[in-house]
C-alpha cells in the first residue's frame, strides 16, 4: 500500500471544477486509490460526489492512499495534482 499526505492548493478545495479534474485523473490510475480528510473517513478517489462529502478546502491535509499494481506511481501523480491551483487550469 502507497501512502501520502498532501495540502490542497485549489482556492475552491475539492468542489467542483477541481474535484472534477481529481476525480478523472484518479480514474485513469491503474491502482485503486482512496482519499480521506484527517478524521473522516476514506472515499474512492475517482467518484466525485464522493469527493464533495469529504469538504475539503483550500489548505486542508488529505490522504491518498492506493492499492495495486502503480500503487506509488498513482498516489505520487494524485498527489502532484492535489498541489496545483486546479481552479487555475484551462
Do not use: C, W
Request: proline share 1%; charged share 20%.
Amino acid at each position: 500500500m502507497a501512502e501520502r499526505t498532501v495540502k490542497i492548493a485549489s482556492a475552491s478545495g475539492l468542489h467542483a471544477r477541481p474535484a472534477g479534474i481529481f476525480a478523472q485523473a484518479a480514474g485513469e490510475q491503474s491502482a485503486t486509490v482512496t482519499i480521506e480528510k484527517s478524521g473522516g473517513n476514506a472515499v474512492q478517489a475517482s467518484s466525485m460526489l464522493m469527493l464533495m462529502t469529504l469538504g475539503a478546502g483550500h489548505g486542508d491535509e488529505v490522504t491518498l492512499r492506493a492499492e495495486g499494481d502503480g500503487a506509488d506511481e498513482s498516489v505520487n501523480a494524485l498527489a502532484d495534482l492535489l498541489e496545483k491551483d486546479l481552479d487555475a487550469e484551462a
